[in-house]
């Protein structure tokens, strides 16, 4: 049951009156050559190491090895019970997506989805969702099935490395997968979540990647908080019936060539963009010396 593209995987899911994460299920057997049984005890596992990392530093702060951050997912956790501005839902889904960076800038265990650096962003939203909808761990297998599915095509088709395509590779595809992954816990169609993925895509386009000192750290955490806004609201927009006029596959691809276009300086080399901002200079001295 393989797919090639976003075109392909809703011919097949209008085909075989299928959702995308069915469709994505039935590829996952046949790559693996496993059961379903044992496709969802994998996914029910990083489902759990989510979980775990998207709550740790929500009461205690996870210090970077680097120092840079740690202490702001705690932050945005206690803001979020003050009425903040974007409401509580959206304030404590961006506490939990600076969790799981801080984890990650600390070397403790998350789930690349797709990277490290944006690891915050599918978790944070399936979590806050779990909440949301008092869904049970397993409940929330069709979303990610679905992130994977968009996660399939991204891959085949443009990359996930910061170091190749900026930012947008990386917090981008993330933001894409989610956004599609909401869609489907939300009860959307699988149309719908190709609309998804590829406004939020589109949403980031061009987004370089200058991490201070060449550190998954920052800006990178603050992406992943920003990154899980942009896959809920554009979720709403679709869902509102809000339509994209570039497809999925078109803009999928398009990504590709704006990261091949985007300057060497301003692909996680740490050599411009904010990292080459005196701060972000006398920070990269401060952890490598001269």
Request: glycine share 10%.
């Amino acid at each position: 049951m393989q797919f090639d593209s976003g075109k392909e995987l809703i011919q097949k899911c209008e085909k075989l009156k299928k959702s995308i994460a069915e469709i994505t299920l039935m590829q996952e057997m046949e790559h693996y050559e496993a059961t379903k049984k044992e496709i969802e005890k994998k996914i029910i596992l990083m489902l759990k190491i989510m979980d775990k990392s998207s709550k740790e530093a929500l009461s205690n702060p996870v210090l970077s090895l680097s120092g840079m951050i740690g202490g702001e997912a705690q932050m945005a956790w206690k803001y979020g019970k003050k009425k903040p501005m974007s409401g509580k839902f959206l304030m404590e889904a961006m506490a939990m997506a600076l969790s799981t960076a801080e984890v990650n800038a600390s070397m403790g265990r998350i789930v690349a989805a797709p990277t490290a650096g944006a690891s915050g962003i599918l978790p944070a939203a399936l979590m806050a969702l779990r909440n949301q909808m008092n869904l049970a761990l397993k409940d929330l297998i069709p979303g990610f099935l679905t992130a994977t599915g968009i996660g399939i095509i991204i891959g085949k088709h443009s990359t996930f490395s910061g170091a190749e395509g900026g930012c947008q590779a990386e917090c981008g595809s993330a933001a894409a997968m989610t956004s599609a992954a909401i869609i489907a816990l939300k009860g959307g169609t699988p149309k719908q979540c190709l609309d998804a993925a590829s406004i939020a895509l589109t949403n980031i386009m061009g987004l370089v990647c200058d991490s201070v000192a060449g550190l998954v750290e920052y800006p990178c955490a603050l992406r992943n908080a920003n990154g899980v806004v942009n896959s809920f609201t554009t979720a709403d927009l679709v869902l509102a019936g809000i339509t994209p006029l570039v497809s999925f596959d078109e803009v999928v691809e398009a990504m590709y060539k704006v990261g091949k276009s985007i300057p060497y300086t301003l692909r996680e080399t740490g050599l411009g963009g904010v990292a080459a901002t005196p701060t972000g200079c006398t920070i990269r001295k401060k952890v490598f010396g001269k």
